[in-house]
Nanobody, 121 residues
Framework: QVPLVESGGGLVQAGGSLRLSCAAR????????IHWFRQTPGKEREFVAA????????LYADSVKGRFAISRDNTKPTVYLQMNSLKPEDTAVYYC??????????????WGQGIQVTVSS
């Protein structure tokens, strides 16, 4: 069973917006940081954004800073990635991952199955 489930992807025109959701399945991931990554064919997986359990200190890749916003609702529990002013270069499969803050290497991450985001020019 996949521990995290992404939703909200799809096709959007450049300049548009999408909101991705990452929902925990089977457990709450209490205390875990949540990261968003993305990957395009032939390229390495790229960090996009991250948020701590308490929702403070969000981190963003320079390529999305000012356009994307990460937030979380620990009562659901779900993490959101609001993506505005989308560009064709944002096209990728987006993955969320739950990371134990005591294992910063990421070797203990729990992953979702990924969801496609396509931005047309």
């Amino acid at each position: 069973q996949v521990p995290l489930v992404e939703s909200g992807g799809g096709l959007v025109q450049a300049g548009g917006s999408l909101r991705l959701s990452c929902a925990a399945r089977g457990r709450t991931f209490s205390g875990f940081d949540i990261h968003w990554f993305r990957q395009t064919p032939g390229k390495e997986r790229e960090f996009v954004a991250a948020i701590r359990w308490k929702g403070d200190e969000p981190l963003y890749a320079d390529s999305v800073k000012g356009r994307f916003a990460i937030s979380r609702d620990n009562t659901k529990p779900t993490v959101y990635l609001q993506m505005n002013s989308l560009k064709p270069e944002d096209t990728a499969v987006y993955y969320c991952a739950a990371r134990n803050p005591y294992i910063p290497s990421g070797s203990g991450d729990y992953w979702g199955q990924g969801i496609q985001v396509t931005v047309s020019s």
